[in-house]
């Protein structure tokens, strides 16, 4: 009997020892999972996500303003000499020339030795603007495809703001005959070559190689003309009566100090804003993020950029927040890149 009391007893305690055991292992497990769970995210490597917001006009821009003087007050117009509205052109290069008038108190497009000043922006179909400087010399589109299209012109500040008074933006329809050789590679004006368009390649494209080569010695023997080499594109099926919101800025590559805060900027004909009076909103947005409203017809500067690719989309709707259509002119996303 006090034989097996004793064993019990060991028993008992062998059981209390491996229980205190088990009871241990665990803490112990537990421990090292919260460990283990702080080693993977430790709160510094979190990347800071990109938090814009708006600011006011820049210093720097305020300080080029004074020196303009009453320049900055110019209500420059503009008048399409070519390509005029309905006209077709035959090849694949279109020279635009522009009158420029209005009360310009010394308004002038020209290129600064420091690569900067007034210039225009000139937008073929929706693609980016290309700026266009001297305005004695027309301007060519290079390999601008067969079909349709739009050109649509304002005058801009050497900050890339446009003016904004009546007259200033002009748009035109006109066609174009044997358009730009999509499989021809998109040369500088130097006949250096860019980027190869090959991947774009469409099923005219050999049909349009002849005017293409033209094109080509065209641009070669010609050196002083600004001018660029287009993506191909068309028109969209725009109705100049109709409210339509034109994307200018941003674009392009941001560097430096340039790259905060950037400005988005843009032109409106028959739309005027609710805070103008009027019924229509700007809406934005960034990367895909909230919807944000422009409620009065100037630029804005939104500051926070992270470097890298951003996308910017400015879409015009009613105020209900419905979008309007006008071709597909009326909402535009463009990528920029910031380079800090
Ligand atoms: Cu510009």
Redesign the pocket.
């Known amino acids: 009997m006090k034989f097996m009391k004793r064993i019990s007893l060991s028993l008992a305690v062998l059981a209390l020892c491996v229980l205190a055991l088990a009871g241990c292992t665990s803490a112990d497990n537990a421990n090292s999972n919260t460990t283990a769970t702080t080693n993977v995210s430790p709160p510094t490597a979190t990347p800071a996500a990109q938090n814009l917001s708006q600011v006011e006009r820049p210093q720097k821009i305020k300080d080029q303003m004074q020196q303009r003087g009453e320049q900055d007050q110019a209500k420059p117009t503009l008048r399409f000499v070519e390509p005029r509205e309905g006209q077709t052109i035959t090849g694949s290069t279109v020279n635009v020339r522009l009158d420029l008038g209005g009360d310009l108190k010394g308004y002038q497009p020209h290129k600064n030795p420091d690569g900067k000043g007034n ?1 225009i ?1 000139v937008i073929l179909d929706n693609q980016p603007y290309e ?1 266009y400087y001297e305005l004695g010399q027309p301007f060519e589109l290079r390999n601008v495809s067969e079909g349709k299209h739009t050109l649509r012109v304002f005058p ?1 500040r050497p900050w ?1 703001e446009s003016y904004k008074n009546d007259g200033a933006f002009q748009m035109v329809s006109f066609t174009v005959k044997g358009g730009g050789d999509a499989s021809k590679p998109t040369t500088t004006a130097n006949g250096q070559v860019m980027a190869n368009a090959n991947a774009t390649r469409n099923a005219n494209s050999a049909a349009n190689s002849n005017a293409a080569t033209a094109t080509n010695s065209n641009a070669n023997t010609a050196p002083q003309r600004e001018g660029k080499d287009m993506a191909a594109s068309t028109a969209g099926d725009v109705d100049p009566k109709k409210p339509l919101l034109t994307y200018s800025r941003p674009k392009g590559e941001y560097k430096g100090e340039d790259s905060d805060p950037i400005m988005i900027d843009f032109w409106l004909v028959n739309a005027k804003l609710q805070g103008d009076g009027g019924d229509y909103r700007v809406r934005y947005s960034v990367d895909g993020g909230e919807a944000k409203y422009i409620d009065k017809w100037e630029p804005i500067w939104l500051s926070g950029w992270t470097a890298g690719a951003h996308k910017v989309k400015l879409e015009l709707v009613d105020k209900s927040g419905n979008a309007v259509a006008n071709g597909d002119y009326n909402s535009t996303t463009r990528e920029i890149t910031v380079v800090k």
Request: net charge neutral; hydrophobic share 20%.
């Open positions: 210039h922006h700026a801009s890339h």
